[in-house]
């Protein structure tokens, strides 16, 4: 695809790599000085065509590739090449597994409580996600 999405082309505030964003859904993490929580899954949609005015760029960014919207719980300066951090994840074995059942247990709330099924769809697919990590630690 040839379409151009560079900063300030549609509502990417924040850019991550290395980070998949459904980690942060229903989870505190840090950035620089500002801690933030994973609210809600913001897939890739129409806005962002009509804002970039190419057609296309729904379909070029599907599977995985949108975002999430957070809210703001510490505010702090963020810099570019700060790392995200997620916040309970650095105790031992057993605060990591109860951080993350909680975690599937919150987004499957939210699931269970949003009107949108393509929303349904993301947080099914999160916690879907975060479960078999932690499988694979037990």
């Known amino acids: 695809f040839d379409i151009d999405l560079t900063d300030g082309r549609h509502r990417r505030n924040i850019v991550t790599e290395g980070v998949p964003s459904y980690e942060l859904l229903a989870r505190r ?8 929580e994973g ?3 913001r897939p890739p ?3 962002v065509e009509r804002v970039a005015d190419e057609e296309g760029v729904e379909a070029a960014l ?3 590739r949108g975002g999430i919207g957070a809210s703001v719980i510490e505010s702090g300066p963020i810099s570019v090449g700060d790392p995200v951090e997620l916040i309970g994840e650095d105790g031992s074995r057993d605060e ?3 951080t993350r059942v909680e975690t599937v247990q919150r987004l499957l709330e ?13 947080y099914i697919d999160a916690a879907r996600e975060m479960t078999e990590r932690i499988e694979a630690e037990l």
Request: hydrophobic share 35%; charged share 35%; with cysteine.
């Open 110 to 122: 939210r699931a269970q409580n949003t009107g949108s099924p393509r929303a349904i769809d993301d």
């Open 96 to 98: 990591r597994l109860k």
């Open 62 to 64: 599907a599977e995985k």
């Open 39 to 41: 609210r809600k899954p």
């Open 45 to 47: 949609c129409a806005h």
């Open 29 to 36: 993490f840090r950035i620089g000085e500002a801690v933030l």
